[in-house]
């Protein structure tokens, strides 16, 4: 497609729900980020995948959550034993190169 | 580690007011600088992205930033803005370090409201 396309955009999960959020990123791109937007926050660093390689997960806020790109395209972030605090939008981007990232709609995720 | 700082949280104009937005980051190495703008309703877009040479850079719809490095400033400017430039506006920075993912670190944002 012509962008990031990340699904689904919305998701309501109980606390102690397992979920998982899907990103595909632009065709060609080697780069795949994570990002978690808290309410009235820019986005921040989860982690990072160059092709099928994660080299960078220092921003993964426990080990609860998981990613990964196991084809070097989509990938998907998993949270595993949801919290309340895990009530955020988890952003997904994509570069050619690691310079300009292209941003996908995010994915609005409730832990009610 | 890096850090950005957008000190303005809410800004309201009116149409035709000329527009600064304040950006300061951080960090002694050597970065690239970028602003972000979320229209409502829309996912982030790049605005302008500044990489080297000419600290004075064009992005679209007539917004410029000005790096200066002695300041470790990026600040956003419009000389003229419209009620469609409400948006939230993020200021980001990612280091050219050997070895750095490049991930974006990005300031808190500002949201501007354009008054017709």
């Known amino acids: 497609g012509a962008g990031v396309s990340q699904s689904p955009r919305y998701k309501v999960a109980k606390r102690g729900q397992d979920v998982a959020l899907r990103c595909d990123p632009i065709?060609?791109?080697?780069?795949l980020f994570w990002y978690q937007q808290a309410l009235g926050q820019g986005p921040e660093f989860l982690t990072y995948?160059?092709?099928?390689?994660?080299?960078?997960k220092s921003g993964l806020p426990s080990d609860r959550f998981f990613a990964e790109r196991p084809e070097g395209s989509v990938s998907t972030l998993k949270i595993q034993r949801t919290q309340q605090e895990d009530s955020a939008v988890y952003l997904c981007?994509?570069?050619?190169?690691?310079?300009?990232?292209?941003f996908g709609p995010g994915t609005r995720l409730t832990v009610l | 580690a890096q850090s950005v700082s957008q000190h303005n949280h809410h800004v309201i104009l009116s149409e035709a007011a000329s527009l600064e937005l304040g950006c300061n980051y951080s960090?002694?190495?050597?970065?690239?600088l970028f602003w972000y703008v979320q229209y409502p309703g829309q996912h982030l877009q790049l605005l302008l992205k500044?990489?080297?040479?000419?600290?004075l850079v064009k992005g679209i719809k007539g917004f410029e930033a000005e790096f200066i490095k002695s300041k470790f400033s990026f600040n956003l400017r419009k000389p003229s803005v419209q009620w469609s430039d409400t948006a939230e506006y993020f200021c980001?920075?990612?280091?050219?370090?050997?070895?750095?993912?490049?991930?974006?670190?990005f300031g808190s944002g500002t949201q501007l409201t354009v008054l017709p």
């Open positions: 960090y002694g190495g050597t970065v690239n």
């Open positions: 995948f160059q092709n099928e390689a994660q080299l960078d």
């Open positions: 500044y990489f080297s040479g000419d600290p």
């Open positions: 980001a920075v990612n280091s050219l370090s050997s070895g750095s993912a490049r991930q974006l670190t």
């Open positions: 981007a994509s570069s050619r190169g690691g310079d300009e990232q292209f």
């Open positions: 065709s060609g791109h080697v780069s």
